[in-house]
């Protein structure tokens, strides 16, 4: 008899040498800011990321021990019954970028699902992440849905 297809998980992708996956102590603001900008998003309000970091379920990090820098990064909100979504998914650029992401996202849902089962999960990604993204289950634009978001200034 073979599997049942909701049963089967991918191995947890490892992290190239010399990375750890950390969730606490929450970066700061500055170090996510860097990170973000190096992969050519936007960096936030530097006083604003203690507040969204307090208002997330979780946030995880991806550490280079060589020199203690952020190297990747993602958080989690919800509202604990129907909804998750990931923000800020980022992995310095280089040759282990696509390696990072990878497992931000496979530590991520693993996560959710234990903790969350039958919440619908959205991702706010960067186009690089989207192939990855896409070998995880997520589906781009499900039904004709598209999101939309609007920056306050």
């Known amino acids: 008899m073979s599997p049942l297809p909701f049963r089967q998980q991918a191995a947890a992708p490892r992290l190239p040498a010399h990375y750890r996956l950390q969730t606490e102590p929450h970066p700061s603001g500055e170090a996510i800011n860097a990170l973000l900008m ?4 936007p960096a ?3 006083e604003r990321w203690p507040l969204a970091l307090s208002r997330s379920l979780w946030q995880l ?3 280079d021990e ?3 820098a952020l190297v990747g990064f993602i958080r989690a909100t919800s509202d604990l019954a129907l909804n998750a979504n990931l923000w800020n998914l980022a ?3 280089g040759d282990d970028q696509n390696s990072l ?3 931000l996202v496979h530590h991520a849902l693993t996560r959710l699902k234990k903790e969350l089962p039958g919440c619908s999960i959205s991702i706010s990604a960067p186009a690089i992440a989207l192939e990855g993204l896409k070998k995880q289950g997520f589906i781009l634009d499900p039904g004709g849905i598209r999101a939309m978001g609007l920056r306050l200034r």
Do not use: M, Y
Request: with cysteine; net charge negative.
């Open 101 to 103: 992401l990878n497992a």
């Open 44 to 46: 936030h309000p530097v």
């Open 91 to 93: 992995a310095s650029p």
């Open 61 to 63: 990090s991806i550490i």
């Open 66 to 68: 060589r020199d203690q």
């Open 38 to 41: 190096s992969c050519g998003e």
